[in-house]
C-alpha cells in the first residue's frame, strides 16, 4: 500500500513504521505524502483507536530530513516545503482526535524531532538521541520545531540547543520534559503498546477533548479556560459519561463505546 511506511493494526494500535532504514528513515517528499495519507485513514478507520509512530531499524526514529531535495530550492520553495509538512503531517498529528504517541527507537533529529515532537506524547529508548541542527545548514526549524520544543523544554535550552546544533540522550530529554519514558530498545514498542492499551479502555470522547483543551493550553490560547468548560459540559450528553458514573457508582470496570 504505501512505498515508504509500514503499518500494522492489531488490537486497536495502529503502528506506522517510517521504513526507510538505508537513509536513516530520512524525511523526502514521499514520507510526507504517505504520512499524510496515513494519518487520513487512521482517522477515518474506527477500528483504530490508538497510533503509535516509530522508525525502521535499530539506529533512527527519523534522522531528518532528505536534505538532496533542497539543493532546488529557493525562497518560495522552502517556505512551500514547510507549509505543505505542516499542513499535511505535522499540525494533522498534533490535533488528530485520537493517541499519536512517538516511539523514539534511535537519532531524532531536524524534522525528525519535530515529527515526534508533533505527536501527543512521546517514549524513547536507551539509544535515542534529540537535536535541531538545521543551522548547521545555514537554516532553522521548519516544520514546527522552534514552537513545540519551546512549549516542551523551555525557552532558554531550546535557543542553546538550536544555536549549536548538539544533541541531547534520551535521559536528558527525559529529564527535561521531552520524552515521557526511557525503555531499552528491545522493550520500547512492547512497552509504548502497554501505554496506548491501557488508554483504550478510558472514554474515546474524552480523549479526544483531553488532546483539543492541552494542545490549547499549550499553545496559550485565551479562550482554553472557557473551551475546557464547554467540552465539560459537552460530554455530560454522552453515554460514555452515564456509563462512567453508574461504573464508578457501581464498583464495576466502565465499558465505554465511544458514544
Do not use: W
Request: proline share 3%; net charge negative.
Amino acid at each position: 500500500m504505501y512505498q515508504t511506511l509500514l503499518t500494522e493494526l492489531q488490537d486497536g494500535t495502529l503502528v506506522i513504521t517510517v521504513n526507510r532504514p538505508d537513509k536513516m528513515n530520512a524525511l523526502n517528499k514521499d514520507v510526507i505524502e504517505e504520512l499524510g495519507q496515513a494519518m487520513d485513514a487512521a482517522i477515518a478507520n474506527a477500528d483504530v483507536k490508538t497510533i503509535l509512530l516509530t522508525g525502521a531499524g535499530e539506529k533512527a526514529f527519523v534522522a531528518g530530513a532528505d536534505i538532496s531535495e533542497f539543493t532546488s530550492l529557493d525562497a518560495n520553495g522552502g517556505a512551500a516545503l514547510a507549509q505543505k509538512g505542516q499542513d499535511h503531517v505535522f499540525d494533522k498529528i498534533e490535533n488528530c482526535p485520537k493517541p499519536v504517541i512517538a516511539a523514539v527507537n534511535g537519532f531524532s533529529l531536524g524534522g525528525g524531532c519535530e515529527l515526534a515532537m508533533a505527536c501527543h506524547f512521546r517514549v524513547a529508548s536507551e539509544n535515542a538521541k534529540f537535536g535541531q541542527p538545521e543551522v548547521n545548514l545555514g537554516l532553522i526549524p521548519g516544520y514546527g520545531g522552534t514552537q513545540r520544543l519551546t512549549q516542551l523544554i523551555g525557552k532558554g535550552k531550546t535557543m542553546e540547543l538550536m544555536m549549536t546544533g548538539d544533541m541531547i540522550s534520551a535521559t536528558e530529554a527525559k529529564e527535561r520534559g521531552l520524552v515521557n519514558h526511557v525503555f531499552p530498545l528491545a522493550d520500547l514498542l512492547a512497552e509504548a503498546k502497554k501505554i496506548a492499551q491501557k488508554i483504550q479502555t478510558k472514554a474515546p470522547l474524552a480523549i479526544a477533548e483531553v488532546i483539543a483543551c492541552v494542545n490549547e493550553a499549550a499553545k496559550s490560547n485565551p479562550a482554553g479556560f472557557s473551551n475546557e468548560i464547554a467540552r465539560f459540559g459537552k460530554l455530560f450528553a454522552t453515554l460514555d459519561m452515564k456509563e462512567g458514573v453508574n461504573a464508578f457508582l457501581e464498583k464495576r470496570k466502565a465499558i465505554f463505546k465511544g458514544e
